[in-house]
């Protein structure tokens, strides 16, 4: 029952191996950020490349494989099963089995065959049921290729950010890329602190959802037999509990935070150790050179 425990992703994970803990948290921001927005409006061969880039990442960052490597064969299998799904799934679309100019009129075009599918197996046959023939168009293969790799880089770009990032760390870089909004009048140190408590919380949440997921293995509740009405009964109760308890935990650190005077500090307090000497100079250098390289890379070859 501690399957949270044991896949942690999204939480930090305090040490001191690994280069990327050495790394400024604006330039780990920046990546994040790189990862996040450029997959996309992007063509099939940037997305398969993100994918590869962040598999080199993640197995030269010099991180235990302990903390990472049930997280990401967490997200691999889950990106793999949405791709192959939406891979399998009809789009929707049909498009006609006969052209509309005859081929010989255009050669280049329509070959000798006249299916647009790239691969195309059936009809199945079990038994004495038949399932049809299984068709994986260009369509379905382009979409799957999509789904699976934003999937990816999506959650375990982030992830890298949250394991090797503390939170103090994290605000005060979300303070400083946020900071001129405050000549707008933007309260940004107030974001700043919410943020920081959202994930100071997030452990407490997972902890609540574990509790309630113990208390109904341990209670032996059987779905099948209480049916649909029930079920959702069930989780609609589970669900309200959950919201209790959070919001219980809320209120808790609330009346925390008042008795201790209601003092809270600003963002630029947590101001991590910036200072750049001898290897973090290089490591640094070295990764905005690569980030500038990466962008312009993604200008010329990134376009659907």
Same mark, same amino acid.
């Given at each position: ?136 168009? %260009?369509? &379905?293969?382009? *979409?799957? !290729?999509?789904?699976?790799? +934003? ?7 982030? /992830? =890298? $950010? ?27 140190? %107030?974001? &700043?602190?919410? *943020?920081? !408590?959202?994930?100071?919380? +997030? ?7 574990? /509790? =309630? $997921? ?32 959070? *919001? ?16 809270? $500090? ?39």
């Amino acid at each position: 029952m501690d399957w949270l425990k044991k896949v942690p992703i999204g939480q930090y994970v305090p040490g001191q191996a690994g280069w990327l803990r050495n790394l400024d948290p604006r330039l780990k921001m920046a990546w994040a950020l790189m990862f996040l927005l450029t997959p996309f409006l992007a063509g099939p061969i940037w997305r398969v490349g993100l994918v590869v880039g962040l598999f080199l990442l993640t197995f030269l960052s010099g991180l235990p494989f302990r903390i990472w490597l049930r997280s990401f064969g967490f997200v691999l299998v889950l990106a793999g099963l949405v791709g192959l799904l939406t891979i399998l799934l009809p789009t929707g679309q049909f498009s006609s089995p006969f052209p509309i100019r005859s081929p010989q009129e255009v050669p280049n075009v329509f070959g000798a065959s006249n299916s647009w599918n790239l691969v195309e197996v059936g009809p199945i046959r079990f038994g004495g049921f038949e399932l049809g023939s299984l068709a994986i168009g %260009r369509r &379905s293969a382009e *979409l799957g !290729l999509k789904t699976s790799t +934003l999937i990816f880089t999506v959650v375990h770009s982030v /992830n =890298l $950010l949250l394991l090797t990032t503390s939170p103090e760390d994290l605000v005060w870089t979300l303070h400083w890329f946020i900071s001129p909004l405050a000549l707008l009048g933007v309260p940004v140190d %107030r974001i &700043s602190f919410q *943020l920081l !408590l959202s994930l100071r919380f +997030l452990p407490l949440v997972q902890e609540e959802f574990q /509790n =309630l $997921l113990r208390a109904l293995s341990t209670r032996a509740v059987n779905l099948k037999q209480l049916g649909f009405k029930a079920t959702f009964g069930l989780v609609v109760s589970v669900g309200e509990r959950l919201l209790a308890n959070i *919001l219980l935990r809320a209120e808790q650190g609330a009346d925390a935070l008042v008795a201790r005077g209601g003092l809270w $500090l600003p963002p630029d307090h947590f101001r991590p150790n910036t200072t750049l000497k001898g290897r973090r100079v290089f490591l640094n250098f070295c990764s905005g050179i690569t980030l500038l390289f990466v962008l312009g890379l993604r200008g010329k070859y990134g376009a659907l």
